[in-house]
C-alpha cells in the first residue's frame, strides 16, 4: 500500500525535523513544506534542505512570502534579539512574528489540498513554547475546524488533522525521541541570532533550551556554536 | 476622535471597492492590504491602487507571496478559464484558489495585530459564491474564533471582528450599495481573463454577474470590455 501523504511544516531547527521523522513513522510519505519569509537568517532553509534530503522527503517545497513589509517581530527586522532573558517569564518575546503559524498553516492547508492530503504536521509545542499563542492546543484545534470547513475536501465530508506530535513533549523528550528515530540534529539549526557561517549564539531563548535538552540527556548538542 | 483602524482586503474588484466604502461608512480608518500572489492578471493591483487612492486610504501595503508554485487553480496556472458556463451549477469552479481566503485572512490578521486592529473587512458574498467554500459563513465565524486565539490581541482579551458586509447581498444590492456611497466602478476590475490593455472579457463567471447586476439597474458597467 502507497503511504498516504502528510504536508510537514520544516523550518530546519530542532523540533520540525523531529516531527518530519515522526511523520514518517506514523507511516505517512512526508511533503515538506518551507518558508523564505524574510528571516534574518538564511541558514535556516539551508538546515532544512539538508534535513529534507537526510529524510528521503520526496517532495520539498519553498514559498516565498515577505513577512518584513507587515513589520512587528524581531525575527525579520532590525530589532535586537533578546539574551539570556528569564525563560520563565510569563509574557509573549519580542521574537514572536504576528499570526506566522496561522500563515504557515494557511498555506499547509492550500497544499494539501492541491495534494490530496488530509494531514499536516506542525512541529509547535505547548511546554516550551516561550509564550507565543499560537503554539496553544486550542488553537491548533481551531485551525482544524477551520480547516474542515475552508476546503473542497471539508466541503465533501473529508475531514483535516493537524498533528502536533510535540505539542505535550518537553524539550528533552522531544530529542530523546528524535534520537531513537534516527534524526541527525547536527543538520539542524535553532538559533535566532546565528553569525555569518550560521553557528549559534548560545543565549538566545532558542538555543538555551536546546542545549539544556542535550545536556539533560548527557549529550552535546551537535549543531556548531560561536 | 480619531477613527479606529480597520484591515480591508482589497483586490481591485467590485466586491472589495464597495467593502472598503462600507468599513468608512462604519467610522473606521480602512488600512487597505493587497496581495501580489501570481494572478495572470496583473491589471487587478494596479486597480487596487486606483480604488485605494480614490478612497483617500492613508495606507495601502501590497504583499508578495508566490502561490504559483502551489498549483491547483486556473487564477494562478496555465488552465483555462471557463467561459459562459452555467452559472447554477452546484461545483466549485476551477477558478477556486485553494484556501485563498484563509491566507488571505492569515496574512490580515498578522497586519490587524502589527497595526493593533480589531477589525477586519472582507469582501466575499455567500449568494454569489459561485462555489468557494471559504466564502460562507460559518467559514467566517470559524476564522474569527481561530483569530481570538491566535494573537496577542486576543490572549489580552480583546477579540476580532471580521466583517463581511457583502455576505448576505446580491450582487445588485451590492452595486446600489457601493453607488449610494460614491464608488467609482469604472476603477475596479474583476474579470477572470481580461486582455493585455486589462479590458474585461464578458465571459466568465465575475464578468457575467456584474454585468447583469448593473443591467439590472439599468445601468451600464463603467468598466472596461473588449
Do not use: W
Amino acid at each position: 500500500m502507497t503511504p498516504p501523504p502528510a504536508i510537514v511544516l520544516l523550518s530546519g531547527g530542532l523540533d520540525s525535523a523531529t516531527t518530519l521523522a515522526i511523520a514518517r513513522a506514523d507511516g505517512f510519505a512526508p511533503l515538506a513544506l518551507s518558508f523564505r519569509y524574510g528571516q534574518r537568517h538564511a541558514c535556516e532553509l539551508d538546515a532544512a534542505r539538508r534535513v529534507a534530503a537526510a529524510a528521503g522527503v520526496r517532495e520539498h517545497r519553498i514559498i516565498d512570502i515577505d513577512l518584513r513589509s507587515l513589520g512587528g517581530s524581531a525575527l525579520t527586522s532590525d530589532l535586537a534579539v533578546p539574551k539570556d532573558r528569564d525563560l520563565a517569564a510569563d509574557e509573549i518575546p519580542i521574537t514572536y512574528v504576528p499570526a506566522r503559524n496561522t500563515i504557515f498553516l494557511a498555506l499547509a492547508l492550500a497544499l494539501a489540498e492541491v495534494r490530496d492530503a488530509a494531514d499536516i504536521y506542525i512541529g509547535v509545542n505547548a511546554i516550551d513554547y516561550s509564550g507565543y499563542p499560537d503554539c496553544r492546543p486550542e488553537y491548533l484545534a481551531a485551525f482544524e475546524r477551520l480547516g474542515a470547513l475552508a476546503t473542497k475536501a471539508g466541503v465533501e465530508g473529508r475531514p483535516l488533522h493537524i498533528h502536533a506530535p510535540l505539542l505535550h513533549l518537553s524539550k528533552v523528550e522531544i530529542v530523546r525521541r528524535g534520537l531513537a528515530l534516527g534524526v541527525d540534529y547536527s543538520l539542524t539549526r535553532s538559533c535566532y541570532d546565528p553569525d555569518a557561517a550560521g553557528r549559534a549564539c548560545g543565549h538566545c531563548d532558542s538555543c538555551r533550551l536546546r542545549r539544556a535538552a542535550f545536556a539533560a540527556l548527557g549529550r552535546t548538542d551537535p549543531a556548531p556554536y560561536q
